[in-house]
Structure formats: C-alpha cells, structure tokens
C-alpha cells in the first residue's frame, strides 16, 4: 500500500508542475471533476486507515489520550476536525458497505456519507432489510443532486419513500428522539483565538435554552439613549455579570481544591498604577487597568517569581498539592505539562516527579501537573521520564522507541509566563 501511495503521490506531483492555463474550459471543469473524485477516495482510505489506528490503540501506545488527540498533534489538525474524523471513520465502519462503497468510488463527499449515516441511524429499529437498502440507495441517489443541508431534509421523510405504512409513527417517535437527542448532544465549547478572544460554540437543550433566555433578558435592555451597544455586545456582557454574579454567592462548588476564582499573576508596580500588564491563569494577557479593575473586587494571592518566571514562592507548602503549592503548579504548567495534552488544570493532579513513597518531598521542584491519563502513565510506563529544564519547566524524555534520540519535550498548548 505504501508503495501504490508513494507512486500517486508522484503522479500528483507531475499534474502540479502542469499548467492549469493551458487547459481547455471543458478540461479545467474535467480536472476540478476528477480532482473532486480523487479527494473522496483518498478520503474512503484514509477513514480506513483511522479506524485501525483506533482499533489497535496505537494512540495510547504513542501517549496520547485518545486518536483524536493523537491526529490533531500528528497531522496538526483543529481539535474538532479530528474529533469528526474518527467519528466518521467508527460510524462508516459499521454501516452498510452501500454508503463506503459509494465514498470510495467518488459519489459521496465525506459531509454527504455523514448525513446518510445520520439518516440511517435515526431509522426505526424494526425496518426491514430490504426497507433499509433500499433507503441507502435512494439517499446514494439524491447525494448527486444535492448538497448535504438538502439531503438532510429529504432523509427526514425517508420513510415516506420506503415504508409509507411506518412513517406516521416513526415522525412522533423521531420527535421524541429529537428531544432526548437534544439533551445528549448537548456541550459548550470556549476556544481561545490567537487575539486573546475566545469564542463560544455549543448546544442546547430547549429546557437550558429556556433557562439562559431568563437570565440573560434583564441584563441585556439598553442602559439609556447613550447606550450604543449591539444586541450581541449586549449579550456578551449580560453572560459575564451572570457568573460574577455565581462567583460572588460563595455557592459554587470547588474548583481542584480551591472555591473557584480568577488568578492573575502581575507586578507590584501595576496594582500601584504605573505601566505593566497581567496574566490570567488562562495564559491571557490584561491591560494594567484590568488588573486594578480586578484586583478592586478580589483577595490578593502573593505569587514571588525569579527572573526566569519560575514561582519561588507562594506562601506556607503542605504534604498535598492543595492551596498555595497547587496555585503555583497552575501558575507554572497551565494544564497538563505532557506534551501536546491540552487538558486544563481542573482536570490535573500534582504528580511527585520523584515519588513520595521514595522520599520525594512535596514542592514546586518536585512536582509536575498531570491529567488522569497522564498520570497513570508516567506511574506506569518507565520508559517516560519527567524531570525540571534548566528554567524550572517540565520536559519530558520519550522512550527510545518512540524517538531514538530520546530528545525532551516540552508541552506548548498552555501559556507560560
């Protein structure tokens, strides 16, 4: 396989040193054609190829938490790209071989086989065989008239096509379904822009909706006539006095062993009002005056650093990464220290780098912020060793037979100061 690869890959390489001008109008749109074609094959293959890397867990074998993660620090791909392929590439596996078959040969694109898997699945469990393949060839059929939004809506009323007599009671069950649907598939997600922004995606169930809808609406009517703000600027800031407000009860629960707070790390000279900035233990950057506009309404968490931003102190240790000790392990790591681990420091422990049952003492030169998985396996896997660089941040030394030269890595997903 790798060989029939390579020699594509090298006839590709011949169709790029040609020239696109010298093409005929009737030759460009035949190239666009085949091009299009060529991507869904190569991308019916590499969904095969995905499913075996997840079946042989050779993510973890590589430590990586999931094939999601493994793909995303690999090929460099978003983090929800990823997460589709694999989806994708499990679900294909166990569908009817119609709706490969037809990725393969260039008929489908990989967001139509998503569709007609999504319609599939929502089928009554009792349909009939030839019901169901008769369903799969029709939504084969529409796919090349129609884009996946379209397809979509005409796969709702699939049944109408293949089994009239079902279709009336598969709509008031496929309601029901929607609803629970709704309730499972619903998430938040806060990615973090290069400018500092982060951006809000997610799902709702109706009932949540209902619930922010009544929050929100107070805060989001017009302060007076001087009031230039969007709607949606309105918004965004009705969504930050609601969890200073939850953040202001003293009600929530804790947050690794804290009550949950905002942690900024700045100097002196800023709280005074002179120039600087601060830093979130997000790894977001704030003005001088945001710092003094937060440090208003907050107890100030002495945090000494040294000239390399290693945190010296931070006030009495204890025998657990609990209090002061865990602020600065957040405060140094940001999240998971192991490389390409995104998980943020919620999701952490404070991992002994020399263990306590070997008379490692509990301090930030021992110490190392680790996730669940992470955690498990430096305790369990020798061959990953963790140790302190020369400016007090974690590398860590991969097994030979992952890397021979056995070069330290760092972790670059999280701010360091």
């Known amino acids: 396989m790798i060989a029939e690869l390579d020699r594509v890959g090298a006839e590709i390489r011949c169709c790029l040193d040609r ?24 991308a019916a293959l590499h969904l095969r190829l995905v499913r075996e890397v997840g079946g042989r867990a050779v993510a973890r074998t590589h430590g990586a ?21 694999v989806t994708l590439a499990t679900t ?23 569709t007609i898997l999504d319609v599939l699945t929502a089928l009554p469990n009792h349909l009939g065989a030839e019901a ?18 379209i397809l979509r809506t005409l796969g709702n009323r699939i049944l109408d096509h293949v089994a009239p007599d079902l279709a009336d009671e598969a709509d008031r069950a496929a309601l029901h379904t929607a609803e629970t649907r709704a309730h499972d598939r ?30 929100l609406d107070p805060l989001t009517t017009p302060t007076g006539p001087g009031d230039s703000r969007s709607p949606g600027q309105r918004r965004a800031d009705a969504l930050g006095d609601i969890c200073r ?42 003005t001088p005056e945001a710092v003094r506009r937060l440090a208003c309404d907050a107890t100030i968490l002495p945090a000494v650093l040294g000239g390399t931003s290693q945190v010296l102190d931070v006030g009495r240790q204890r025998r657990l990464f609990t209090g002061p000790l865990r602020r600065a392990l957040v405060l140094r790591d940001g999240g998971c220290a192991f490389p390409g681990c995104d998980r943020p420091p919620r999701w952490c422990d404070g991992h002994h780098i ?37 400016d007090g941040h974690p590398e860590f030394t991969p097994p030979a037979w992952l890397d021979p030269t056995r070069l330290p890595r760092r972790n670059h997903y999280h701010h360091r100061a």
């Open 354 to 390: 020399r263990h306590w049952a070997d008379g490692g003492t509990t301090d930030l030169a021992n110490a190392v912020l680790l996730c669940d998985h992470h955690h498990r396996l430096i305790h369990h896997d020798s061959d990953w060793t963790v140790h302190l660089g020369p």
């Open 186 to 215: 619903r998430h938040l997600t806060l990615s973090t822009q290069p400018t500092g922004q982060v951006t809000l995606t997610g799902l709702l169930d109706a009932e949540t909706a209902a619930v922010l809808h009544a929050a």
């Open 92 to 114: 294909l596996d166990t569908a009817p071989p119609a709706v490969a078959d037809a990725l393969a040969r260039g008929l489908l694109t990989t967001d139509q086989a998503r």
């Open 132 to 149: 169901i393949d008769k369903a799969v060839q029709l939504l084969i059929d529409w796919a090349a008239q129609f884009e996946p939004a």
């Open 19 to 42: 020239p696109a001008w010298a093409l005929s109008d009737n030759e460009l749109v035949d190239a666009v054609d085949a091009v299009h074609a060529l991507q869904q094959r190569l």
């Open 245 to 286: 407000l939850a953040l202001h009860t003293g009600t929530l629960p804790d947050n690794g062993g804290d009550r949950p707070q905002v942690v900024v790390t700045t100097s002196f000279d800023t709280l005074a009002g002179q120039l600087g900035t601060g830093t979130l233990d997000t790894g977001l950057r704030l």
């Open 65 to 85: 938490t999931s094939t999601t993660v493994w793909l995303r620090n690999r090929h460099r791909l978003s983090t929800p790209a990823a997460r589709r392929l």
